[in-house]
């Protein structure tokens, strides 16, 4: 293999074209397709990497992202084959995982792909006119499912999984919507269609079960398992201006010839050559894509619209538009909204929604901005740089500066630069440019455009011409190496210029066919051209004339090189070769193994040479070229190789195809000769500005100064004019405040009193309500005990008439027992009567089923010998006629017809024969089934009469258990009268002790407030001796304070004193000092109470403290103990009130439960006895079952009255013993401790005993 080696750097353009075309790999990277490449580009960080296509690949059709963003799959066409290759993009780089290429079925090309949810599966449309659906297990490359999803060769475009589901597909075309579910190895429709066919151009789930699909005619259509559940349409806003422009451009752009397999998708170029003149102003709805509140869809050329869900319905509203922004470079600035959106990708936080349209472009707009503008439409924004949308035709770069020259059949100029991978220039013309050359200082171009060359300077931000000459489709010009010439070809006429005086200076004639491709020589002194009609000259600028000429009229040149040292000339051309020419001959042809060289190119080292292929590929290959086939091949493009170029320092290549991308691609070589050129001089940052431009911005910049120092002094002023306002309202307020606060004071005041006086009338109103029910509470209890009286006396008459009834009942059991036998015996003998009936029927049925068997069969032997006969005897006389015929044919050819009637007639009689064979069979199959039905009757009878035997001997042991049961219920009910008898009287003590308790609780509840009462008592005494103590310390302290200033004020004095008795022998000084000390110690009578104490009295007041602080703490011991004592008692008082309550309630419940069994066995007596008597009226089970209540109540009085005076003993004790501890100086109860008023727990226990 070759040494040479070139890496792919960045691209520059996109394939729209390509199904699916755009998808988020995460939230900075998208994947593209670009050339014969995919594209991994990241947005933030601005760096490519790529995917490559396979080897030999003549372009990618339909792209598809697995939903876990780990798998690519991409449709290709490799050698005249479909190929589908899926590579793993989570590897680095990303690896080939699967290549789908032996297929079982006929498939021309996958038109669209899809993953499903689980990426397991791949499901995958061919295209016409075979139109199957495959359903692939891909990592097993096994075929699930296949099905032919058209038969009418009608386009489709896009196919789809169910988010959810992977057996749930849906289809979308030219007249078909198509749900299928994967089961049992078959793809099954599982919807159909309804209405007029549409043409379905695009389609999303948005839920499960939930379809949005748009139509070419501006429809959206919401599907819910298949049925229609929405419809809305799209309308024009804006009416499509320029519709002439419109045509000019599809017409210059029809004369593009691009290779079958770089236009593989028909959702645009079929669809639009599909749609009618009429349906052209309707907007097509391309593209859909879901995101979690709706969907966004393309609107028509250059729009896109947002729906949302509605929250009440399941319907969608528009939300809001979105546009393509007017482009202000272009020469029409209208044309960049009338291209429509191919396909549309949300992000995967949905933050970012991104476009491709059918203009090869990339758009981007943040879902956030589109909330923020609202009720104006929202404009998206590029989301590189604007691309070409045409085959690039010409390719240029400098040697001052990074940068690339191109241009294009969409009449654009664009200026790229390799460095920062960015473009630096870019403006469109009316006319296609065909050529372009950039000058070596980076500041000129000169363009070959469909009716003049131009040669153009490049300013800061514009591109402006400055000479043109009457040149009219120049198809290439080229600036001299050191700038100062340019040629330009005109047919077959190269014309020479100056770039000082811009004149021309020769002109080369000599070619008879169109002119290819020219090139200078290292020095400037010769050009190179190569042509059409087989041509290579070698022309000499000073004499302009040719020094060497190699003409091949076999060979049309598509491009020429020379070497560095200009000895050699290398060509390529339409004859498969690279040639080698010397001194006007052929030194050797390199064959290009059956692909066309479109261009060549070498190195300014001499050392590498690369040559572009009309397949897209490009190959790297070493200098002196080899004799074998030593070369690396690269996949660059998806259509021919228009340009290749080398930048001055060799290292990087450029290269531009028909495809409308631009590639850069780092070359070096493996052997390290020398390919590595250090710069000594940086690139220049210099640029072009013209002098008016200089002038109009200083101009801009002076009246923006002064608009801004206009804006400060207004500003300023406003300021001083709004705090002024602010200041005068902040006053208004703060004295509104203060009003209002005073208001809101009064009014408190006012609510106060008021609040007062409800609460003193409430107080005596529920002091009045007390009294009523104590009152009222009384009375019920009096009117209770006479009704209780009264009940008692009713429930003994019942229990004489229940006796009574039960002996009617008695009774009535016999009889029925008797009628009971004697209709059993009457139905026995009725049923074994109907048996026999039954059994007589079957057998007579039986035997006229076998004669009708015997009919049959004869009948049909008979038919059958009769249809055996005559077909015998039709063969035979039919034969016999054949022979005739055959005989007379040349007479009697008329008479052959009629035979032929008859003889079809007598067939169809055969026919009908043999039809009422075939019906005769069935009525026989009915017999059988008739013979078997009754069968079945007759077993059924059978079963059914077993069952009433069962059912006999069932009720008879029932009445037989019924009867042991009515002895047992008489047994019972005796018991059950003597313990009711006996549990009576055990009630009655029960409730006496249960009414002295409650007294006793209410004693104790009085006990225990004066309890409460003289606790409180005891804690405001405490308080005021802690006050007292309190005022007695501060006094102490006071005290003290004036013992040490007084201590302190006599030990001065004795100073002084001391001092003065040293004068007594001086009676003067003496005088004086004593004066002094009269004026220190008499005259400042205020100071004296800083004097300090004694040392004696802070003794004293020191033992009397400690004296006092063991008093309180002995004190604190006490109260301590004596609390501990008394809340043992109190808990052992209530745990003795909770037992006593405690007994109350099982007692309680043993008279319920006892109740509850009297209610039982007079309830189960009742059962026994079937018939009641009509004396009884409706009231008497109330007035039983209230009988027993009075009994009951005395006994509960009595029981509560016993454990109430327990309780009063009890509280007696204990108020005794409270006495004896209140003798006890220094005791209190704990302050914390509060006892439950018994007046709530009087009131319940009365409502449990009531």
Not at 27 to 39: D, T, Y
Not at 565 to 573: C, L, P, R, S, T
């Amino acid at each position: 293999m070759s040494a040479v080696v070139a890496q792919t750097l960045h691209v520059f353009g996109l394939r729209s074209h390509v199904a699916n075309n755009i998808f988020y790999f995460d939230e900075q990277i998208i994947i593209f397709p670009s050339g014969n490449h995919c594209v991994k580009y990241n947005v933030d960080q601005k760096w490519q990497k790529f995917i490559p296509g396979s080897d030999k690949s003549q372009g990618m059709l339909a792209l598809s992202i697995s939903p876990n963003r780990r798998y690519l799959a991409i449709s290709e066409t490799v050698q005249e084959k479909p190929a589908i290759t899926i590579y793993e993009l989570s590897s680095i780089p990303c690896r080939k995982r699967k290549v789908l290429n032996n297929f079982d079925f006929q498939v021309q090309k996958f038109i669209s792909m899809a993953f499903s949810p689980d990426s397991k599966y791949l499901l995958a449309q061919t295209s016409p006119p075979e139109s199957n659906l495959v359903y692939w297990l891909w990592e097993k490359q096994k075929v699930m499912a296949i099905v032919r999803i058209d038969t009418q060769n009608n386009p489709v475009y896009q196919v789809s999984f169910s988010p959810q589901d992977n057996t749930q597909v849906c289809v979308t075309g030219h007249g078909m919507f198509k749900l299928l579910r994967f089961a049992e190895g078959t793809l099954k429709q599982t919807n159909f269609q309804r209405g007029e066919p549409q043409n379905y151009l695009a389609h999303t789930w948005v839920a499960d079960d939930k379809i949005v699909v748009g139509t070419d005619t501006g429809k959206l259509f919401l599907f819910e398992s298949g049925d229609q559940r929405w419809e809305t349409s799209i309308m024009v806003k804006e009416p499509t201006d320029g519709s002439k422009s419109l045509d000019v451009i599809q017409e210059s752009e029809s004369l593009i010839e691009f290779p079958p397999v770089s236009s593989p998708l028909p959702s645009y170029e079929q669809m639009v050559a599909a749609s009618s003149h009429s349906q052209m102003s309707m907007p097509q709805v391309f593209a859909i894509a879901a995101y979690s509140k709706g969907f966004a869809c393309s609107a028509g050329p250059g729009r896109v619209l947002l729906f949302e869900k509605m929250e009440e319905k399941d319907f969608y509203r528009e939300s809001r538009e979105i546009r393509i922004p007017v482009d202000p470079q272009s020469n029409d600035p209208s044309q960049s909204d009338k291209q429509d959106v191919l396909c549309l990708c949300f992000s995967p936080s949905e933050e970012t929604l991104v476009a491709s349209t059918s203009k090869n472009q990339l758009y981007s707009i943040t879902m956030s901005l589109t909330e923020i503008s609202k009720g104006e439409p929202a404009h998206f924004e590029y989301l590189m740089y604007p691309l070409h949308s045409a085959p690039i035709t010409g390719l240029a770069t400098c040697i001052r500066k990074p940068l690339i020259a191109t241009c294009s059949l969409d009449r654009s100029i664009r200026l790229w630069n390799y460095e920062t991978n960015t473009l630096e220039l870019f403006k469109e013309y009316q006319e296609e440019a065909y050529s372009i050359s950039l000058h070596p200082s980076g500041h000129f171009i000169v363009v070959g455009f469909a009716d003049k060359l131009r040669l153009m300077n490049l300013l800061i931000d514009d591109i402006r011409s400055f000479k043109e000459y009457s040149v009219r489709g120049c198809r290439e010009c080229s600036f001299s190496n050191g700038g100062h010439l340019f040629a330009a070809v005109n047919g077959n006429v190269i014309h020479v210029y100056t770039t000082t005086s811009l004149e021309n200076i020769s002109s080369l004639k000599g070619h008879t066919g169109k002119i290819r491709s020219i090139v200078w020589n290292a020095d400037d002194s010769k050009l190179i051209s190569g042509g059409t009609d087989g041509a290579v000259y070698e022309w000499n600028l000073s004499t302009g004339k040719r020094e060497t000429e190699c003409v091949l009229k076999s060979c049309s040149y598509n491009c020429v090189t020379v070497s560095p040292d200009a000895k050699i000339i290398f060509a390529v051309g339409s004859d498969h070769t690279l040639k080698e020419i010397a001194d006007s001959l052929i030194l050797r042809e390199i064959s290009a193994f059956d692909v066309t060289y479109t261009a060549i190119v070498i190195s300014h080292s001499g050392r590498m040479m690369f040559v572009g292929t009309s397949v897209g590929t490009i190959r790297a290959m070493k200098y002196p070229l080899p004799l074998q086939k030593e070369f690396n091949e690269y996949q660059a493009h998806a259509g021919p190789i228009t340009k290749m170029l080398l930048t001055f320092d060799d290292q990087f290549l450029l290269t531009a195809a028909e495809d409308g991308c631009l590639f850069t691609w780092k070359v070096f070589d493996k052997d390290g000769r020398g390919i590595k050129r250090e710069r000594e001089v940086g690139f220049a940052e210099e640029v072009l500005v013209t002098k008016t431009d200089m002038e109009e911005k200083a101009q801009v910049m002076l009246e923006l100064k002064t608009r801004v120092e206009e804006l400060k002094m207004e500003n300023e002023y406003q300021l001083r004019l709004k705090d002024m306002n602010y200041s005068e309202k902040i006053k208004e307020l703060t004295e509104k405040f203060i009003q209002e606060m005073e208001s809101l004071k009064t009014k408190n005041q006012v609510l106060r009193t008021e609040k007062e006086k409800q609460d003193v009338y409430h107080r005596e109103h529920i002091e009045d309500l007390l009294d009523k029910q104590s009152r009222e509470l009384q009375d019920l209890e009096c009117c209770n005990n006479q009704k209780l009286l009264l009940e008692y006396e009713k429930y003994q008459e019942l229990q004489l008439k229940s006796q009574r009834m039960q002996e009617e009942y008695e009774k009535q059991l016999r009889d029925n027992d008797e009628t009971k036998s004697q209709a059993l015996e009457e139905l026995t003998e009725f049923y074994e009567a109907k048996l026999q009936e039954k059994t007589t029927l079957l057998e007579e049925a039986q035997e006229d089923v076998r004669q009708q068997l015997r009919e049959f069969e004869e009948t049909k032997k008979q038919i059958e010998e009769d249809e055996d006969r005559e077909i015998q005897d039709i063969k035979t006389k039919y034969e016999k006629k054949l022979r005739d015929e055959k005989e007379s044919n040349l007479r009697l050819k008329g008479e052959t017809g009629i035979m032929r009637k008859k003889f079809s007639s007598l067939q169809k009689e055969i026919e009908e024969r043999t039809n009422d064979i075939e019906t005769l069979k069935g009525e026989q199959m009915k017999l059988q089934g008739v013979i078997k039905s009754l069968e079945k009757d007759i077993q059924g009878l059978k079963r059914e009469i077993q069952e009433r035997d069962e059912t006999i001997q069932d009720k008879e042991k029932r009445i037989y258990d019924l009867k042991k049961k009515n002895q047992e219920l008489g047994k019972f009910k005796f018991v059950l009268d003597y313990k009711i008898k006996e549990l009576k009287k055990q009630i009655e003590p029960r409730e006496n002790e249960i009414r002295v308790m409650k007294e006793q609780i209410q004693e104790m509840e009085a006990e225990l407030e004066n309890f409460h009462k003289q606790n409180t008592q005891l804690e405001l005494n405490i308080t005021e001796l802690w006050q007292k103590l309190r005022a007695t310390d501060q006094e102490m302290r006071r005290e003290r304070q004036k013992e040490r200033d007084l201590e302190a004020l006599v030990k001065r004095f004795k100073t002084d004193l001391h001092n003065c008795v040293a004068y007594i022998q001086e009676p003067r000084l003496l005088k004086e000092k004593v004066r002094g000390l009269f004026e220190k110690y008499v005259q400042r009578a205020d100071m004296v109470e800083i004097v300090g104490l004694n040392t004696d009295l802070q003794q004293e007041y020191a033992r009397q403290r400690e004296h006092l602080e063991r008093n309180l703490a002995t004190l604190k011991k006490k109260v301590v103990k004596e609390g501990e004592l008394h809340r043992t008692d109190y808990v052992r008082i209530m745990q003795e009130n909770v037992s006593l309550i405690k007994e109350i309630n099982e007692l309680r419940r043993e008279l319920k439960f006892t109740r509850s069994q009297v209610y039982d066995l007079e309830a189960a007596l009742k059962l026994t006895k079937k018939v009641r008597p009509q004396e009884v009226s409706e009231t008497e089970p109330s007035r039983d079952m209230l009988s027993t209540a009075p009994t009951t109540r005395l006994n509960e009085q009595e029981e509560t009255g016993r454990i109430i005076e327990m309780q009063r003993l009890e509280i007696q004790r204990l108020r005794d013993q409270i006495q004896e501890q209140e003798q006890v100086t220094g005791f209190h109860t704990l302050a914390g401790v509060r006892l439950p008023s018994l007046s709530n727990s009087e009131v319940d226990l009365e409502v449990k005993t009531n």
